[in-house]
């Protein structure tokens, strides 16, 4: 019986939804409640999947496997709700009657990302993706008094559908060709399917909904309206924790891909090279911040490709461990970009200027996250990006590291045009300072200082992420 | 000899000096001030120890430091002094504690100011001591960054261009240069990024062929090589003074280390293969800077350009692969850090004083504050390779060892140093002697306490101009030994 003590963290979940529904259900105060509701449930989850670290068990006809990696992005997925919830705060810029719902959806959200990270079967892990992806569906549209938003919601759910449409089949394809959904005896069938087109097209379809996910060119186009149609605290989980899934899972994938013969692992170095070159280049035109960081999602998320093409288990943890470091800097920046827009409305480049002297520690943390996104030591950008590269670099991929190092030239070009507008430009509008709550401003520390010490300190962090790689297929 | 981690000490001088400034509110610039001059001397105190302690004769690294960092990839924190990097980091804490000196005035967002520097003056010293690769990079990045906010934020003409070019340009550099560091990594096949090891790993001859231009053009961007130096001169012109003196002084010797350090002991058949190439690039550093100083009225644009053209002698020097010519690139790294950063403080404070560096508004200004003159007037004679200075003889060891390998370019050479006594003749007479060509409201001459740094400057000068074997005696037994590795 103890064996179902491996599932705590997807019964944390279930408490968690019982509680902001609780809150839900009352007449006042009801966002104060239901982010009371999801804070508690949130660090219920973290610690529910810190406490089952160590064990591996296979559950529901072994479709569903808990061990040491599927854990760590649990801890990864609770750590960005958590930061997403802190981030949405009061739910400024989502419709006033739907504040509360929106921990509720992203409950939901975080759920399928859990059990994403546990599917080691396809069917599953369709399910689990499209729990997750529903629930933003409901949350994008939310926005309010937006048009634009309206426009990004039809956009993410159009395309959306399309790309599970497209899932689904490659998925029928895949199951008809090696007669199992399970992904471990896939792997066995495909060396032998090798030279069969259809299998790796179904193959290549199935990656085609993670890449979605993961917005890797030429699967993006949603993620510059919704990043900006979306509210704040929503356009962040998007950016994170869901992030961290998807990489996750295309981790657990790739090694199906390189098995299905050069072709696809081909394809995939050129979307990596693609979507750094044009997630970069078009970042830097810009003016609208979360616009600009959802261009350079779609850089960062070539980089994290970079490292898989490897499909080493070097490659696999360096592209985990990037992806945490990643929910770090960028809840740190959306954090920062969310409080300079505490209305809820989309903030511009100007909107940052005289951020220094409005609110230096919120300069300070802006400073270090874009840093961090441009890979610029003490940052941990830095080392996440070398161990990818370097991974790249083990399997000859030089090309590839060569066009991602140019291209943090590149980017470095756009985060410093928002570092000069916080620290460089005079505020026209002579605004006043900026105030923190005291939680923002614990935020503020905790996420920079972790910035820092693990560009420093990688080991630790280093070393889980590659003890979970290597229990990959 | 003591055991005591000396350079982790002297690392730790600009990053606890960083932290202080961080814990030091903004609204108390004396203290932040001197939490900044504390964290200078001591790190040139560590340094004079280190000195003091090094031997010369005795072969390979002194003080080395080893200890696992990143296991799984095979980065240690492996530090070491030989003869060529001590004279560089005597360099950068001279240069870092006068720079300190020289803005004692600075009254704009003092904290961030001194905490940038700091942070810039950390990357410094790392890459100087680092002997692991993935720290070196790490560094030499660390010390690119900060230089952007500290131009763009206190700077002047331009400033905002300047320093943008500036970081590009330097981050195009790092981009060619990571791709090469993962390639060393990898084709050794050791798994470590330990230089000493990847020094004696071998390397297939089309390896090292392909690999050693990505180093040599990515540090090289660094350390202002001819066609990509068009960052130095603009970012100079618009870095504030310190940062002018730290980024001509000591920056771009970073770039010449790494080819030094990295570059030609690991990859010698490529250092061989392309040594005509960069010998021919760093000539046409020398004789094209020379001529566009010339034609700069702006002081600050000749010292630039100057720059480039000194810094294309350093090249020249580390092309030659003999000892002669890299024991002057060494001695002349130093010796122009020395020179550029007082130049850039004597500049600084006439423009400070007059708010103008235009040559043609100037004149007479020996008259007005004869001390600040004399500081640009010595600093303008050293950069000419007058006898009694050091760059004398950092320049003609690079002179030397070129005529025995590129005789032709050796007499090029020579005659483009008349070019380089014309200009700096040129602004001296110009800019310090005859009449004010403009009204310019009576200004004192630079106090005690700010001819301090300069003074050092000066006296740093002159020791070495009279007694270069002191540097010499340092530098010679490790490019022996590296001369010897080479060949």
């Known amino acids: 019986m103890t064996r179902w003590f491996a599932l705590f963290p997807e019964a944390a979940l279930g408490v ?199 917005a890797v060119f030429p699967f993006h186009f949603w993620a510059p309206d919704v990043y900006q149609g979306a509210s704040h605290g929503v356009a962040a989980f998007v950016a994170t924790a869901s992030k961290v899934g998807a990489i996750a899972v295309l981790a657990r994938l790739v090694s199906l891909a390189a098995l299905g013969g050069t072709q696809l692992v081909m394809a995939l170095a050129v979307m990596a090279a693609v979507s750094m070159t044009l997630g970069n280049l078009v970042a830097i035109v810009q003016r609208d911040l979360k616009r600009m960081l959802a261009y350079s999602a779609v850089a960062q998320a070539g980089y994290v490709v970079v490292g898989l093409v490897a499909y080493t288990p070097d490659g696999s943890a360096a592209a985990l461990f990037y992806g945490l470091l990643y929910l770090l800097m960028n809840s740190a920046a959306f ?123 990688p080991t630790p962090l280093y070393a889980w992420a590659g003890r979970a790689a290597r229990l990959l297929p | ?139 030499y990045e660390v010390a690119v960054l900060p230089m952007y906010l500290l131009i763009a934020i206190w700077g002047s003409t331009r400033k905002e261009y300047g320093a943008m070019k500036l970081t590009l340009y330097l981050l195009v550099g790092t981009a060619l240069v990571v791709p090469a560091a993962l390639a060393l990594y990898w084709g050794a096949g050791l798994g470590t990024f330990d230089l000493t090891r990847l020094a004696a790993a071998h390397y297939g001859r089309s390896f090292q062929l392909l690999v050693y231009p990505f180093l040599f053009v990515g540090f090289g961007i660094l350390a202002g090589m001819w066609p990509l130096h068009t960052w130095s001169p603009v970012g100079h012109v618009a870095a504030p003074t310190a940062v002018s003196m730290l980024h001509a002084g000591v920056l771009m010797k970073l770039g010449a280390y790494g080819i030094l350090r990295v570059a030609m002991p690991v990859l010698p058949q ?20 020379a001529f566009v100083a010339l034609a700069q009225t702006d002081l600050k644009f000749v010292i630039g350009y100057s720059s480039v053209s000194h810094m294309g002698i350093v090249l020249l020097g580390l092309s030659t692969l003999n000892e002669a010519g890299i024991n002057g690139a060494v001695f002349q790294m130093f010796s122009h850090g020395i020179m550029t950063a007082l130049f850039f403080a004597a500049v600084g404070y006439i423009y400070d004083r007059l708010h103008t560096r235009d040559i043609g508004r100037l004149g007479g200004l020996s008259r007005a504050m004869p001390l600040a003159s004399a500081f640009f007037i010595i600093a303008a004679l050293t950069g000419a390779g007058v006898p009694g200075f050091s760059s004398f003889w950092a320049e003609l060891l690079v002179f030397l060892g070129t005529l025995r390998t590129f005789p032709v370019l050796a007499i090029i050479v020579v005659a483009a140093l008349t070019i380089t006594l014309a200009y700096s003749i040129r602004v001296i007479v110009l800019a310090f002697f005859g009449e004010p060509r403009e009204a310019h409201p009576h200004v004192a001459d630079i106090g005690l306490f700010l001819s301090l740094p300069r003074a050092i400057l000066v006296g740093v000068l002159l020791l070495f101009g009279f007694v270069p074997h002191l540097m010499l005696d340092v530098i010679a037994p490790a490019t022996r030994s590296l001369v010897q590795a080479l060949s």
Not at chain 1, 77 to 96: C, H, N, P, T, Y
Not at chain 1, 123 to 151: H, K, N, Q, T
Not at chain 1, 397 to 402: E, I, K
């Open chain 1, 16 to 214: 968690t939804a019982l509680l902001i529904f609780a809150a839900l259900m009352t007449d006042r105060h009801r966002t104060e409640r239901a982010r009371a509701a999801a804070f508690t449930g949130g660090l219920l989850v973290l610690a529910a999947s810190l406490l089952t670290m160590g064990r591996t068990e296979e559950f529901f006809w072994a479709t569903y496997r808990v061990d040491a990696f599927s854990q760590l992005v649990k801890v990864a997925v609770a750590a960005g709700f958590l930061l997403s919830v802190a981030i949405v705060k009061d739910g400024a810029g989502q419709r006033e009657d739907a504040r509360a719902e929106i921990f509720f959806f992203l409950l939901t959200s975080a759920a399928g990302l859990v059990s994403l990270a546990s599917a080691v079967e396809l069917v599953s892990l369709y399910l689990s993706l499209e729990i997750a992806s529903f629930s933003l569906f409901v949350l994008v549209p939310l926005r309010d008094r937006f048009e634009l938003g309206r426009e990004a919601a039809l956009k993410f759910l159009v395309v959306g559908l399309a790309a599970s449409a497209v899932t689904l089949f490659g998925l029928s394809l895949v199951v008809g060709f090696t007669g199992s959904t399970r992904i471990d005896q896939i792997a066995v069938q495909l060396p032998g399917l090798a030279g069969e087109p259809a299998a790796i097209f179904g193959l290549a379809l199935f990656l085609a909904g993670l890449l979605f996910k993961l």
């Open chain 1, 335 to 457: 954090l920062v970009v969310a409080r300079v827009a505490a209305d809820g409305a989309n903030p511009t480049l100007d909107d940052l200027r005289g951020l220094h002297r409005r609110s230096p520690l919120q300069a300070a943390t802006l400073l270090l996250a874009l840093f961090a996104l441009a890979g610029v030591p003490p940052t941990a950008g830095f080392v996440g990006k070398w161990f990818l590269f370097s991974a790249a670099m083990s399997q000859g991929w030089w090309f590839l590291v060569v066009l991602g190092a140019l291209n943090s030239t590149v980017s470095v070009y756009y985060y410093l045009v928002a570092v000069k507008h916080a620290y460089l430009l005079p505020d026209e509008r002579n605004r006043g300072p900026l105030p923190l709550s005291l939680a923002d401003r614990a935020l503020c520390y905790a996420l920079s200082g972790a910035v820092v010490v693990l560009g420093v300190f």
């Open chain 2, 1 to 139: 000899m003591s055991t005591a981690p000396l350079l982790t000490i002297l690392l730790a001088c600009p990053v606890l000096g960083l932290a202080g400034i961080l814990v030091t509110p903004a609204r108390f610039p004396g203290a932040i001030r001197r939490v900044a001059v504390s964290s200078g001397v001591a790190a040139l105190v560590v340094v004079a120890v280190l000195w003091a302690r090094f031997d010369p004769s005795l072969p390979g690294y002194q003080f080395v430091e080893l200890k696992r960092w990143i296991p799984a990839f095979g980065i240690s924190w492996h530090n070491g002094v030989d003869g060529l990097n001590l004279p560089l980091l005597a360099l950068t804490s001279i240069v870092y504690l006068t720079g300190i000196l020289v803005m004692w005035e600075l009254e704009v967002r003092v904290k961030e100011y001194f905490a940038f520097m700091t942070l810039l003056v950390v990357g410094v010293f790392g890459v100087f001591m680092t002997l692991d690769l993935f720290f070196f990079v790490f560094y």
């Open chain 2, 270 to 289: 490529g250092a061989h293969y392309w040594a005509s190439a960069t010998a021919t690039l760093a000539t046409v550093n020398i004789v094209y800077g």
